[in-house]
């Protein structure tokens, strides 16, 4: 199978979608992440997936981070932490607690590094 191809067969598994968030210095950054899945549940722990090269990878390193579950009418908010500029997007942040959560998701988890 060549890459198109099983990058294709790959794209045709729905997943959920969240927004890993964090505070770089004071300013909110976020990353786009649809791999992601429960580990343990005592003690709790979830596990994101992010390219180690990425640079949400290195901004992120040792920060507390949010893990926001997305809903559908929030698509403009994945396209956007993809990397894909939405000009009239207005995020609407919670930056109460360690680390900023995006008001309007379906769930969400304060998480630290483990």
Known sequence: MDGREL???FGKF???VTIVSWFDGKVQKGITVNSFTSVSLDPPLALVSIHKE???CTSMKDKSFTINILSDEQESIA???AGSKQETLEIDWDNKGISPKINGSVAWMKCKPW
């Open 7 to 9: 990058r294709n067969c």
């Open 14 to 16: 729905p997943t959920g």
């Open 54 to 56: 990425a640079k949400a």
């Open 79 to 81: 396209w956007q932490f």
